[in-house]
């Protein structure tokens, strides 16, 4: 996934929506210790600022630096570009070491990783007992019977440009393997159901949109998916440019390390 986002990366951090602070709540209601945090794919770092309201430091990691000249900073959020090519120990070592981090957190992106690899490193770093690793995201997007209908059409349009990776993803990480501990909120095969909801017009859907790695990859193609035609349905559909209070539709597994 190298690359995919770092194209629109300001789009990205304009664009994305946040995520309420009673799931960080309830994230850190489970961890006994705030020490250390690792907030994973952190993009522009929006989850790492929500973990940061309750461990005494975050350290927030990507592959992309673009992204990462983009992220929101913080006092107590230190932003680290990992390259792929850094082995397992090293990263390992970066973060804390062994038996360090109270709170992993993946926002929208643990669909792209190489989960082998990294639960294997997730394994090693959490503490135990009472290390916590939280995965989410979110797809679906509500606003009325009218735009969800044409939203869904437009989007079919969409789908020869998405990469493979994110199946798991578009299923709501129900086929996403998760190798943990329940801790109550989802599990491997049964994710937490949550809403995100939000105020929005349909210019902040627009840049929402603009953000997704498969309209950065159609034009790579000479493909516009966001003609003037296809933006004007979904205006009508949306009913005009006016704000509206709708819902992203998110999915939630959490767990501890298995003993």
Known sequence: MAGLFDKQAEIYLD???????????????????????????????????????????VIATDISEPQLKCAMQHPRICYLHTPLSLSDDELVNLIGGENSVDLITVAQAVHWFDLPRFYSVVKRLLRKPGGVIAVWGYKDIKVNPTFDAAGKRWFETTLPYWNSKTQSFFGGYCSLPFPFESVGLGSEGNPLALDIPKELSFEGYMRMVKSWSAIATAKEHGVDLLSEGAVKELEDAWGGADVRTIVYKGFMLAGRVKV
């Open 15 to 57: 664009a994305r929506p946040t995520y309420p602070a009673e799931w960080y709540n309830m994230l850190a209601e489970l961890t006994p210790h705030y020490s250390l945090a690792w907030d994973v794919g952190t993009g522009n770092g929006q989850a790492a600022v929500g973990v940061a309201e309750h461990y005494d430091q």
